[in-house]
């Protein structure tokens, strides 16, 4: 039956056994010769064929979703059929196929990258080129950029005549191809092909590539110059000074400038198989053209990967030769790139002298500060910081303290932001009494910044700059802003107060919160407003795992108790959570065990009679912890 159900796949896909697993009239006319089988073998073979029949089906169905559900099921289909029939019948089969929806294609393409056990073993993988390389020639790009994927998976497990006669055949046949869709693709397959190749296709692959690079369409070089990176160091040093470095230059001049920026990244692979010295000849003229190319998209990608590009060179290339092209990358005109430049100072100023970045860096730091454009704004205070530790305590002192108290002040909310979130790196350089000095006004003032994220990222700050000030500076400058933070209009801002006054518990010690904090808090208990309740649990519990028993007992519990028969239901099950947080750290001291099943138990079960079917919820779950 099965011989039947695939004699013509490559075709017409036909099969003889229908989804209701009978067979077709025509067919039991044209075999007679089965009649003698046995009924139960036939029943047997039916139901063997049946869930193949319905993958077969489906691959013809005109349902997208349904033929897409078959092609990913194709590795049963080929097991069904065993390695010979995959070869000479469903191979065919898809290679005559490419007529579909794109996302058929891709899937296609996918699911032959790991057919190779499929068709028979590595002696046979060259059978997958057929549909793999007029897939690679289709319009849509994710099908052919899949297609060349899957290649470069299955050639590893080429030998040297399946090399010789099938993939440099196919890699002449793409190269040449009419259309861009072929040449484009064939561009991928060089580098995953070149070392299984021996010394003769080696030098006829370098020929084929440098024919891509010169192509008259600029999509084939585009694509030619995207893996000359990749192919180059796959290629012997030598080679690739003689043979490919001219076409690599011809490039990186090309009048597209979609070409010359992708030419940033095969220099950069290219200095990887070449010493400093080697780098600076050949590789450094070409580097600082690209870094004043006319095209800000290539300025930008030179920008983008500086850092690299200096370490390829080695510090002495850095030092010597690089700094002016940084200085004019960061005033560049365009945003972008002075946007990327910045993110990559600190990495550069590591490279070079301590009198270079002050003379040479500091000053364009210090107009970036006031740049008109806000991105570029934001993007210095996110990275200034970084410069403190390669500066030291003096000169952080001396020239970006000012700067951040600039940026402090900006008009973007995300300047502001960026330079509070990175204040902790200057912090270590300068201490926390200079920079408290400097600083804590400013920190003050944007406590109350009007951007919730801004006032979020001064709270995130505040432990840190508690233990650091002490406990007399923290409560004269800082206290009253904490408990400020706990009435504040965003839910965020509340949240991360409680979570502070935990941290600042954990540094201060119970002591210092019973006399300070919890006053303040439990004052929030007798405001009309309901959401100055809740935060008064919210706090009060987050605080009470570092609390001591003592202070859960007098001040924590009985304030939680208050509230079990507040009129709003949102505050009554915010009791009932506070309860099952505070019951195990009362069962985990002696002196408050008794506290849970004679004062918090009682308080459940009447929370859990409640009208309110939320507070009923929450009171029955705390009970379960009781």
Known sequence: MMNDDFEHLNTTLSQDVVPDGTQREEQQNEQPHEE???????????QELYPIAVLVDELKNDDVQ??????????TIAMALGPQRTRSELIPFLNDSIDDEDEILLAVAEELASFIDYVGGPEHAHTLLGPLENLSAVEEVLVRNKAVDSICAILPSFNSTQIEQYFLPLLKRLTNGEWFTNRTSAAG?????????NDAQKVELQSLYTQLSQDDTPMVRRAAA????????KVDKKAVLTH????????????QDTVRLLTVEALLKITSILTPEESKQHLLPTLKALGQDKSWRVRYMVANHFAELCQAFGD??????????????IKDTEGDVKVTAIEQAPAFAKMI??????????PCVKDLVIDTNQHVRAAIADNISGLAPILGKDVTIEYLLPLFLQLLKDDFPNVRLNIISKLESVNEVIGIDRLSQSLLPAIVDLAEDKQWRVRLAIIEYIPLLASQLGIEFFDEKLLQLCISWLGDPVYSIRDAATTNLKQLVETFGSDWAKTTVIPKVLAMVRNDNYLYRITTLFALSTMSCSLSPAIVKEDVLPTVLQLVEDPIPNVRFNV??????????LRNDPSTEILATSQVKPALQKLNDDTDSDVQYFAEKALLAV
């Open 36 to 46: 003698h089988m046995d009924a139960n073998d036939v029943t047997m073979d039916e």
């Open 66 to 75: 349904l033929r897409l559900n078959a092609i990913r099921n194709l590795g």
């Open 189 to 197: 397959l060089f580098a995953a092909g070149y070392s299984l190749c």
């Open 226 to 233: 995207r893996v000359l990176g990749d192919f180059a160091v």
């Open 244 to 255: 490919l470095m001219p076409y690599f230059l011809k490039l990186t001049t090309d009048d």
């Open 316 to 329: 002495v290339v850095t030092r010597e030769e690089l700094v002016n092209l940084f200085v004019s990358l």
């Open 353 to 362: 002298d301590e009198v270079t970045v002050v003379d040479k860096l500091l």
């Open 576 to 585: 009932a959570k506070s309860l099952e947080v505070l019951t195990p750290i």
